[in-house]
């Protein structure tokens, strides 16, 4: 079950306002990086169940947060049905992200009372997601609609919070641009957790480049 409630991760994304993101299928190399976010700064974090037996990967790395990170909240993302929402909330996720907008994971997640973010490309969308509880709206892929396309919203919509998620870049002009336009908080991936080789990730620069990530976004928020 989820340690942290809906309004506690709110909270947490909306004053941190970054989510890093991440897969990878060695368990060794997961706990690696999650401390390395941790060390970095980073109190929630987003696991992409992309690959086979990743439910497995995750349930070891809940037990790891559980253990070893205090504070930490730890989600699921990539979810694309009911029943897998359901298995990683079995296995301790405390928030569910989507790359579509389905009904049948806001239902799921509602009834837990378990922030689910799913992942829209437009006003219906939005708006249709927010009826159904969304507290945090998902912007996929990022890059393709851009910074404007957040301001364009805020307009009749200013209560919508927004996460973009995809072609956000860990700088401090990318991040300047998204912030003015007005996003809650944002999603980074592979630009934050790059993979060196085949071999690994270098930890250390995770580690430095999420503590400065968040320090920008701290100062872009004051």
Known sequence: MAKYSRIEVVNTMTQTGL???FYDSDITKCKSILNAL??????LIEFTAR???SEDVFSQLSKHVLAELPGMILGVGSVTDAASASNYMALGANFIVTPVLREDIAVICNRRKVLWSPGCGSLSEIARAEELGCEIVKLFPGGIYGPNFIKAIKGPQPWTSIMPTGG???????LEQWFNAGATCVGIGSKLIKKESTEGYNYKEIETTTKFVLDTIKALKS
Do not use: C, H, M, Q
Not at 38 to 43: E, N, P
Not at 168 to 173: C, G, I, R
């Open 19 to 21: 989510v890093p993101l």
């Open 38 to 43: 941790y060390i970095g700064g980073a109190r």
């Open 51 to 53: 690959g086979d037996f």
């Open 168 to 174: 956000v870049s860990p700088t401090k002009e990318n």
